[in-house]
């Protein structure tokens, strides 16, 4: 199966608290190349990494 990388744009969101803390940066780096959005004809896979977040919220729209 084809598979598309897609580009997620996050302006205009709300960002949550930014943690200045060396050892935040120790124990919750990630250095992953998965994030982001997979789409196939027959689904769309989305990988987030927020460790601090209570939920995400996922908006999608027919067209634009």
């Not at 969101?13 to 997979?38: K, P, Q």
């Amino acid at each position: 199966a084809q598979s598309e990388k897609l580009r997620l744009d996050f302006s205009g969101g709300e960002g949550g608290n930014i943690i200045h803390a060396s050892c935040f940066d120790e124990y919750f780096t990630y250095e992953g190349e998965d994030l982001g959005a997979v789409y196939t004809p027959h689904q769309t896979i989305f990988t987030v990494w927020a460790p601090t977040a209570r939920e995400v919220q996922l908006y999608t729209y027919r067209q634009g």
